[in-house]
């Protein structure tokens, strides 16, 4: 694995704006964005959900080959790369993206030796407001205090934003410790959770969630967690929010 030069950028939709509400998709794809019966299936779900945004992680990308993502404007956040494959964290999004930040963690995961990105993105929302969106995929295999560290740091860069906010991603919550340390970060933030019903559905290890979506400045006007197995052994939040 090779250590990412670039990450990708797609920008279609810069004259756009956002809608008073939105629909986002929140899924650990586990690199299955090159299997044609997940295209299809993705394709389904942003046209039944009217999806606005899509925040996914471990996406794979073909080097020469830009993604099948039709419709959309996105970025793609690498952590590691072949010669052939691209890998990492992707934001995709039907308005303008006024900014953008690519973090990638200063810590590697033991088993791979990669690192793990995160991806900033910036919003215009109604009455000149601002949205910021953060697509994460923590680290892994790595300490409770380099895990803390992680988060630190990408709070860091977050706090100075005073607006909207959605972060969201598959946090690699699976003990206690990490737990304490995701909801302190959370709460350095002043971030709400989005609340599921269903959350039997959400990925669990040693029964603790690993995906969140968590937000402020927003409504969230309905949240649900959708079962596909077939696809990845993790299940897409989606959330409908509106702008106050």
Known sequence: MLKPSKSIKILKHQSSTCRDNFNLICWNIEKLSLSEKFKKYLQELIVKEKLDFLLLQEVKKETQEDMDLEGFSYILSLNMQTKKYLYGVLSAFKISCINEKKLLTSSKELSLLTHKSSLFTLHNIKNNQELLVVNIHAINFVTSKSFRKELDYIQSQISPFKGALIVAGDFNAWS?????????????????????????????????????????????????????????????????????
Do not use: M, W
């Not at 995906?211 to 989606?238: M, Q, T, W």
């Open 176 to 244: 206690k410790k990490r737990v304490e340390i995701l909801r302190d970060f959370a709460q350095s933030l002043n971030l709400a959770k989005v609340n599921l019903k269903d959350e039997k559905n959400i990925k669990k290890v040693f029964n603790k969630t690993l995906d969140f979506v968590f937000y402020r400045g927003l409504e969230v006007k309905s949240a649900k967690v959708i079962n596909c197995d077939a696809f990845s052994d993790h299940n897409p939040i989606i959330v409908k929010f509106a702008v106050p």
